[in-house]
């Protein structure tokens, strides 16, 4: 496949190499975060992409994103550490006044500050985001925050946190969409005195927790855009995430495919390579067939997303189908590795483990194929 930024690639790829396998089985072992490596990528200005020059960012596009997170993933390493440092900001970007950008910017691209906890989700409300109850009360210069979020990642190892709450009930707004507020929310001062973070343990290493706010007051400075609108801030922080994920998801599947099509040639089974056998090399051949397809929607929809076009559909789409290509590349390297599939060594398993994730977070395919009925085929909504 051709590749583009080939020079940023390329990069990566040098950077990751300092990171193998033992490292990233060591924190898998421990639930251990991998500082030293997104300190890396910090300090090589890989996860201030996104951020214009005049912030002291490098000013690219999410092409140029999608690149470095594939080529992490195929590397047999994990963005999700620190992805959102990446598309977090969006929000505070696009619709933060020039007083916070100034103030927050420069130093998240410096890595001085880490921006990578996105607030949204609710145990209550799930994917029905109009449905958060986490409130925003005003009580002078100052909101006064209660509620519980879950599935939030990174929150132990961030600065600042983009937080979505109500401040204004649902039953009392036109639409439901609307009385959403988005307040950036210094994490040093909240921890502590009103928020309160619980670890969730799961299936992989995400550094994933739950939040409780209890009377947490934050300036009302804080207030990104106006108040009331922000449903409709995060949205476009939504389609990036996604298309971002789904190049993990890429770089997820190559990882796969190089290990399967190398393990293949090289082991031999009943006097002769396994890769001789149909059995083996169809499955492996499809991986690459499909994941091929997958990332020419990647490609477009972030494309698209940078041309300012309106790219939700898209960035659906490259998800879910860059979702599906890498698990079933990550099922097919299993099969034709065997029992050493499941070796911890070999990190096929712990990749294995990983990439499943991207079949619910951030939105899961049943939601995605409804937004496709509903948006684009016009089919009656379910819900």
């Not at 990069?11 to 990751?16: D, F, G, H």
């Not at 195929?74 to 933060?96: D, E, I």
């Not at 990882?255 to 009943?270: E, T, W």
């Not at 020419?296 to 929809?301: F, G, I, Q, R």
Request: charged content about 25%; aromatic content about 8%; glycine content about 10%.
């Amino acid at each position: 496949m051709s590749e583009t930024f080939p020079e940023i690639r390329e990069a990566v790829r040098r950077l990751c190499a300092g990171f193998p396998g033992e490292y990233w089985q060591r924190l898998d072992r421990d639930r251990a975060y991998p500082g030293e490596f997104v300190a890396a990528l910090t300090e090589a200005g890989f996860l201030s992409v996104l951020i214009p020059e005049e912030y002291d960012g490098s000013g690219l596009g999410l092409e140029a994103a999608c690149a470095v997170l594939e080529e992490i993933h195929r590397s047999g390493s994990n963005g999700g550490a620190c992805h959102a440092q990446m598309y977090t900001m969006g929000t505070l970007l696009k619709h933060g006044s020039e007083e916070q950008k100034r103030e927050y910017l420069p130093k998240i691209a410096s890595g001085e500050l880490r921006l990578q906890a996105f607030g949204v989700t609710e145990p209550g409300a799930g994917t029905d985001t109009t449905r958060i109850s986490t409130f925003a009360r005003r009580d002078g210069d100052h909101y006064v925050v209660n509620g519980q979020k879950i599935w939030i990642s990174r929150a132990e190892h961030s600065d600042l946190m983009v937080l979505l709450c109500r401040t204004t009930p649902r039953e009392e707004c036109a639409k439901s969409s609307d009385g959403m507020s988005v307040l950036l929310v210094d994490m040093r001062e909240a921890v502590g005195n009103g928020l309160t973070i619980r670890p969730v343990r799961t299936m992989l290493n995400h550094a994933t927790t739950e939040l409780f706010f209890d009377d947490l007051r934050v300036p009302a400075s804080a207030l990104i855009g106006e108040e009331g609108n922000g449903f409709r801030y995060i949205l476009s922080g939504m389609n990036a995430e996604r298309i971002l994920i789904a190049s993990e998801c890429i770089g997820d599947g190559r990882f796969f495919i190089d290990r399967a099509a190398a393990y293949a040639k090289d082991r031999s089974v009943f006097g002769r390579s396994i890769g001789e056998n149909q059995g083996v090399q169809f499955p492996i051949a499809r991986a690459y067939v499909q994941l091929s397809a997958a990332a020419e929607m990647v490609t477009k929809a972030a494309r698209m997303f940078d041309a300012g076009e309106t790219a939700g559909t898209e960035a659906n789409m490259a998800k879910m189908l860059a979702s599906e290509a890498s698990w079933f590349a990550a099922d097919m390297c299993i099969q034709t590795h065997g029992g050493f599939g499941f070796a911890e060594e070999y990190d096929i398993e712990r990749k294995f483990r990983e990439t499943r994730l991207y079949q619910v977070a951030p939105i899961s395919t049943n939601l995605i194929l409804s937004h496709v009925a509903t948006h684009v085929l016009d089919l009656p909504k379910s819900f």
